[in-house]
């Protein structure tokens, strides 16, 4: 497979080279973000949901502006939790970043993430659509 026109960003995560992916890719004007949980650089991670969400929401918007990308360029987040209680948490740090772009979003309970201390992973789809392209959209209407 050719690696043509893909770009991609690592965000230090131990699991990136232990698994073998990225943390996000871009081809063209996609870029995709892997699931991304809650890690922190000297590997703490906090017991409170929202806290987490933030954290992955602050790794998710470096890959993302590391492509080129911003919040305003999502149009897809996943969010996984571990206990339906943390919804109202993760929902109000979804709507810190994402209240203007209002991406379409999916939230849902599972029975456990990769790592035991983790109440949420997150994983995010924006496409980076250029002002000229977005102005014909506008007026193609």
């Known amino acids: 497979m050719s690696d043509v026109g893909r770009r991609r960003a690592g965000s230090g995560s131990p699991f990136e080279a232990s698994i073998g992916f990225s943390r996000a890719v871009r081809v063209g004007p996609r870029v995709v973000v892997s699931g991304t949980g809650p890690i922190w650089p000297d590997g703490s991670c906090p017991d409170d ?7 992955c929401f602050e790794i998710v918007l470096a ?19 571990c206990a339906r209680e943390d919804a ?11 209240g203007r772009a209002r991406p379409a979003a999916t939230m849902v309970v599972v029975a456990g993430l990769l790592d035991p201390r983790w109440k949420v992973e997150i994983e995010a789809e924006a496409v980076v659509v250029d002002r000229g392209t977005a102005e014909e959209w506008a007026t193609a209407r």
């Open 88 to 98: 109202d948490a993760v929902g109000a740090a979804h709507r810190e970043v994402f």
């Open 63 to 81: 890959a993302l502006a590391e492509l080129g990308a911003s919040a305003d360029d999502v149009v897809r987040t996943r969010m996984y939790l």
């Open 49 to 55: 949901a929202g806290t987490q969400a933030r954290r």
